[in-house]
């Protein structure tokens, strides 16, 4: 499905009209490209163009071209102009070798597309769980019966086993909504939010600095998504409470407190079309990292950002990042040896990269670095692109 998808966008390239597109291109660009091992279309479209993401909207696929190409490794792309506009036409290689480029690294993608997905925190509280196995079983292994309650569901049905992996949130918002929230969140089960390799922005949990009082100063936050694992899968034999089920495949034990969602046959997207973005989100923010060890992230790393499709997001939303501008005093202006009496004044904010979106939730979105001058913070703002 996958290689599919990406060999429906990897022919756009088999002849590129760039009309209309003089100012697109890259004043270095080169007349000429042979295609490499390890090559995707972003970064071979930011060889020649200045803006990569654009492409979909200035490159057209040829007519004639009834099913498209895929470029391979050894092709070549040349420069040309038609009619006074520039082009690129792909020569393929006597020799075709490998697999078709991607769009985007998907290999680094993979674990994020299919094995986890992020639902309403209420959801998962309140969703079918485990409560037990055949013969008194500790956990659950494929082959073996499974006992779930409040299942609504017929014989034959499968279900997806799920298990919370995190919870993303955001800082802000009200004490009153803060507590209810986190009220109707709370997994009161013995499979709880489990630890996961996100890392989840400091200001969350920790507050942050204030020019008053240069402390850390306690900021409420809101849980805006959890995310469960999706590590099994069961049918049903007999229905009731509690219901029979048959685990047919795990990657791991399945335990009591687990929980059943439907089965999600296609969960995401595979089509990668980078574009900005309609509407700018507001306070659109990178949350999370996927490595709990990483202080900074760079290109081809995945992050969390703080909105998703009800914010209009969707698939291959592209946005350019920002480290916010630091709070300094002001010294100069303020002459003083205690350096907190000085004026305080915010930096202006500083470019570090883009950023594709290529899955979205309700309120949050995995989105992958393409590439940036400088290293992404927790905290960086997603912007219309530049």
């Known amino acids: 499905?996958?290689?599919?998808?990406?060999g429906l966008l990897a022919g756009m390239l088999v002849t590129v009209a760039i009309y209309a597109a003089g100012t697109q291109l890259r004043a270095d660009h080169p007349d000429s490209y042979t295609v490499r091992r390890g090559d995707t279309l972003w970064g071979i479209s930011a060889r020649f163009l200045s803006k990569p993401w654009l492409w979909p909207e200035i490159w057209q696929a040829n007519p004639q071209v009834r099913n498209p190409h895929l470029i391979?490794?050894?092709d070549v792309l040349d420069l040309s102009f038609i009619h006074g506009g520039p082009s690129l036409r792909l020569e393929p290689a006597i020799h075709r070798e490998g697999e078709a480029i991607p769009a985007i690294p998907v290999d680094k993608l993979k674990p994020f597309l299919r094995d986890s997905r992020v639902v309403d925190p209420a959801a998962v509280k309140n969703a079918p769980?485990?409560?037990?196995?055949?013969?008194?079983?500790?956990?659950?292994t494929s082959g073996r019966n499974l006992y779930v309650r409040h299942l609504d569901a017929q014989p034959g049905q499968r279900w997806a086993i799920v298990r919370p992996t995190h919870m993303f949130?955001?800082?802000g918002g009200s004490a009153a909504e803060q507590s209810d929230e986190m009220a109707a969140n709370i997994v009161d089960s013995d499979v709880a939010t489990s630890s996961t390799p996100w890392n989840e922005e400091w200001r969350t949990t920790l507050g942050e600095v204030t020019p008053d009082h240069n402390f850390f100063s306690k900021i409420s936050s809101t849980d805006i998504g959890m995310e469960v694992e999706v590590i099994g899968q069961a049918e049903v034999l007999r229905g009731g409470d509690p219901s029979t089920l048959l685990l047919l495949s795990s990657i791991m034990e399945v335990r009591a407190g687990d929980r059943l969602m439907p089965v999600d046959d296609h969960p995401y997207d595979p089509y990668f079309y980078p574009h900005p973005p309609r509407t700018l989100p507001a306070d659109a923010r990178v949350i999370a990292f996927s490595h709990e060890r990483l202080t900074r992230v760079g290109p081809y790393d995945v992050v969390v950002l703080s909105v998703?499709?009800?914010?209009?997001?969707?698939?291959?939303?592209?946005?350019?990042?920002?480290?916010?501008g630091e709070k300094m005093p002001d010294d100069v202006a303020h002459d003083s040896w205690i350096r907190d009496s000085g004026k305080w004044v915010t930096l202006p904010d500083e470019f570090v990269g883009h950023l594709m979106i290529f899955r979205t939730f309700d309120r949050v979105s995995y989105g992958v670095v393409m590439d940036g001058l400088k290293p992404v913070h927790l905290g960086a703002r997603a912007k219309m692109p530049e």
């Not at 499905?1 to 990406?6: A, D, E």
């Not at 769980?129 to 659950?140: A, H, K, L, N, P």
């Not at 499709?309 to 990042?321: A, I, P, W, Y």
């Open 1 to 6: 499905m996958i290689r599919k998808s990406i």
């Open 169 to 171: 949130r955001t800082f």
């Open 308 to 324: 998703g499709s009800k914010d209009g997001v969707d698939n291959g939303t592209t946005f350019s990042l920002w480290q916010p």
């Open 72 to 74: 391979y490794p050894g």
């Open 129 to 140: 769980y485990v409560m037990g196995f055949e013969e008194g079983d500790i956990t659950g």
